[in-house]
Nanobody, 115 residues
Framework: QVQLVESGGGLVQAGGSLRLSCAAS???????MGWFRQAPGKERELVAT????????YYTDSVKGRFTISRDNAKNTVHLQMNSPKPEDTAVYYC?????????WGQGTQVTVSS
């Protein structure tokens, strides 16, 4: 059974930095892992993804140049480094993994950016 556990969320001041982590168990490799977020009253949206093999990345326009997604294959962990966060980045951040047509989600971690 695949489980994804996020950590690292919390309160951060605008312009600061925060690093989210997503630890995967139950498998040692995936096709793609990524971070999504959902703000109150809004739909869940894609933030960034990374291919497990090769490491190619994708970012939504609003976080390009500020957020960096990375993976540690040996630890089955994906990180999201959030630099210069803005109040509009406030949301619950979810980790997602896909493999063999299956989709797995973490439970989410709250990120609150104060102005």
């Amino acid at each position: 059974q695949v489980q994804l556990v996020e950590s690292g969320g919390g309160l951060v001041q605008a312009g600061g930095s925060l690093r989210l982590s997503c630890a995967a168990s139950g498998r040692t490799s995936f096709h793609t892992m990524g971070w999504f977020r959902q703000a109150p009253g809004k739909e869940r949206e894609l933030v960034a993804t990374i291919r497990w093999s090769g490491g190619s990345t994708y970012y939504t326009d609003s976080v390009k140049g500020r957020f960096t997604i990375s993976r540690d294959n040996a630890k089955n962990t994906v990180h999201l480094q959030m630099n210069s966060p803005k109040p509009e980045d406030t949301a619950v951040y979810y980790c997602k993994a896909t493999v063999n047509g299956n989709v797995y989600w973490g439970q989410g971690t709250q990120v609150t950016v104060s102005s």
